[in-house]
């Protein structure tokens, strides 16, 4: 369960979303779902969950509810701030992976 | 363009913030964005809630962005200084845009971003509410959230010039490390904003003085230099601002008594309303009672007096009183009296201040009294204590008040203290009680040393203390030195040599100036005229 907070229609965002669309796909093949939500059309929810940076990236199932700021270009990075390792989604990590 | 022209490019808004206007002509620059710096517990936090609070009452909506305590932290902070802000939300006044820190939320940094989320929520309160004020704080608290410090500087640029854009007066709070230092911790706070304000809170010999400084507001004008405030409760912040209140003092040539006839006499008349007198002398010289003969004076007229009184507790004010054969507990049941007595020390000369105004305006006296300054002068620095008095005497003569205060010398021949060197200057008249020691007795003498504005006795009269209080005597004649505390007695004949001498100086300068009335030189003989010696 993943949701992208964007803010309108900037470079930054279609780069965001691009970036994460290509994550999603290598990586979790199709084990997610993804909500976009622009804070300039719902500033409420942006509210309500406390974000000031756009993009913002919030993982909030399986927990732990995890955020990674940025356009996230950073493949590594992402994956690492929401606990997801490469391949290994449903596996129990043995000490292979590092954490 | 010309000054005037300049000046009125840039509109400002009141803020409502106690004397905070007077300082800054005004009010803070309208639909500008005005930095407020300054080190832990400067009161920063107060000054920006204040700010919107003010702006509520006047009914300005206001926006609190908060990066640092949450919002719930500062709804039960402020609620000592009785802003209550979950009411104002409530009402639809006040919008929270919590950026606090959620110590819950673990994230990391991948790439670019900006902060149009944070953009997004503070333009959508700013909507909701209407706000016409936005209180930012703290700047530094953004920096700490981000590991990309350039990012967050050039948004910070982008939000302060949108809150421009959207037409709203902004508070920006930002921390410094020193009181006396770099304006800001982070360097570019202060390019962010229009226009900068410093608070501090200096600890100056154990004791801690706050201070409000505006540095500089883009395009229009303001007082220079720092004014002390204090925080009070049920209140926030209250500068005090000294020179801009002597601006609007009034003068009135209305004389009121001093509760002496013969000590209205040697004042030529009696007491300026709306002037301050000082009056000096060792311990028992007969301060307090000059200061009970006052309040006597004040409600023999029906006038209210106020009592400050800092060295006796009430009760030996009152067996005083009595002693001299003045009634204070009837004065006090007529509603004319009020006496407030307590320990200089439970508080700060800044909060003293602010509590005798609140005092004054309050009970509304015709006269006040302070007993006595010196007690006053330890509880802060020189300066701290030299900026009470200034404030205090402004403000008693702003409100037409008739002002008594009394300070005490160290020696007890002679001399002055060091309250006298720092006010001197800033009361209207002073008298003097001095010790004479006369051939192994002690006796008292007075003096008025100035009058402004008036001709006053120059004699130093020999007075005496008895159950009807203070009795004016005779002159010293035979004896000089008495204000270096050294008197050295002169014989009966030395004098009348002196005198005449005197007298045929002032009779060759009428003479030269052609003129039959005696001017400041001749004020030898006019002393005679109006009180002729009493021969021995």
Known sequence: MLRLFVTGASPRTSSAIANLKQICEQELEGRYDLEIIDVLENPEMAESERILATPTLIKSLPLPLRRVIGDLSDKEKVLLGLEVHPKQLNSVN???APS | ????????????????????????????????????????????????????????????????????????????????????????????????????????????????????????????????????RVAVDSLGAVFSQFSDQSIVRSELFRIASALKAIGVTAVLTAERTDDYGHIARFGVEEFIADNVMILRNVLEDESRRRTIEILTFRGCDHQKGEYPFTIVPDGGVI?????????????????????????????????FRDSVTLVSGATGTGKTLTVTQFLQGGTADGERCLLLAFEESRDQLFRNATGWGFDFEAMEAAGLLRV?????????????LVTIQATIREFKPQRVALDSLSALEHVGTAKAFREFVIGLTSFIKHEEITGLFTSTTASLMGGDSITETHISTLTDSIILLRYVEMFGDMKRGLTVLKMRGSWHDKAIREFTIDKGGMKMGRPFRNVTGILSGAPVHVSPGDV??????????????RRESGSAEAGSDGAATERRRVFPPESE
Not at chain 2, 90 to 107: C, K, N, T, Y
Not at chain 2, 241 to 260: D, E, F, H, T, Y
Not at chain 2, 341 to 349: A, F, K
């Open chain 2, 496 to 509: 009348e040599r002196a005198w005449s001498r005197l007298e045929k100086d002032s009779e060759i300068l």
């Open chain 1, 94 to 96: 043995q000490g292979g």
């Open chain 2, 239 to 271: 500068v005090i601002p000294l020179s801009a209140m002597q601006l609007s003092m009034k003068s009135s040539n209305v004389r009121i008594s001093s509760g002496n006839q013969k000590l209205d006499e040697m004042c030529g008349g009696g007491l």
């Open chain 2, 340 to 352: 407030v007595c307590d320990y200089p020390d439970v508080s700060g000369l800044e909060d003293w």
């Open chain 2, 1 to 132: 363009m010309t000054e005037a022209a300049k000046y009125l490019a840039v509109e400002k808004i009141a803020t409502g913030i106690s004397s905070f206007d007077i300082i800054a002509k005004g009010g803070l620059p309208r639909n500008r964005t005005t930095l407020i710096s300054g080190t832990a517990g400067s009161g920063k936090t107060i000054f920006a809630v204040q700010f919107l609070a003010a702006g509520i009452e006047l009914g300005f909506p206001g926006v609190f962005v908060t990066f640092e305590e949450s919002a719930a932290d500062i709804r039960k902070n402020m609620r000592s200084f009785g802003w209550d802000l979950a009411k104002w939300e409530a009402e639809g006044l006040l919008a929270f845009v919590d950026a606090s820190p959620d110590p819950e939320i673990d994230s990391v940094e991948s790439g670019g971003f900006d902060l149009g989320a944070l953009l997004a929520r503070v333009k959508h309160a700013v909507k909701k509410v209407k706000a016409e």
